[in-house]
Nanobody, 116 residues
Framework: QVQLVESGGGLVQPGGSLRLSCAVS????????MSWYRQAPGKERELVAT????????NYADSVKGRFTISRDNAKNTVYLQMNRLKPEDTAVYYC?????????WGQGTQVTVSS
């Protein structure tokens, strides 16, 4: 059974940092493009960052460019999201997603709250 398990969320003050992890099991992790999405209350889920399966190319939403970094460790079947200089508007549930051709898997999400 494929599982994507996010961790690392929590409460942080504005300007602070968090690192999210998404541990993946029961699939060929290195073949999958991995993404982080987020969904704030009352808003649609939005793409935050993507890292491809080969080559390490990345893409970011304009709202997080220069502050967030997505990375992956294929030996550990894990994708990360390093979030720096966090803002209150980054508050959301963060989800990881794995995609290979037409196959998609989602994690259950982890809450990130940025507040003083």
């Amino acid at each position: 059974q494929v599982q994507l398990v996010e961790s690392g969320g929590g409460l942080v003050q504005p300007g602070g940092s968090l690192r999210l992890s998404c541990a993946v099991s029961s699939l060929t992790f290195s073949s999958y493009a991995m993404s982080w999405y987020r969904q704030a209350p009352g808003k649609e889920r939005e793409l935050v960052a993507t890292i491809v399966s080969v080559g390490g190319s990345t893409n970011y939403a304009d709202s997080v460019k220069g502050r967030f970094t997505i990375s992956r460790d294929n030996a550990k079947n894990t994708v990360y999201l390093q979030m720096n200089r966090l803002k209150p508007e980054d508050t959301a549930v963060y989800y990881c997603k794995a995609v290979y051709v037409r196959t998609t898997y989602w994690g259950q999400g982890t809450q990130v709250t940025v507040s003083s």
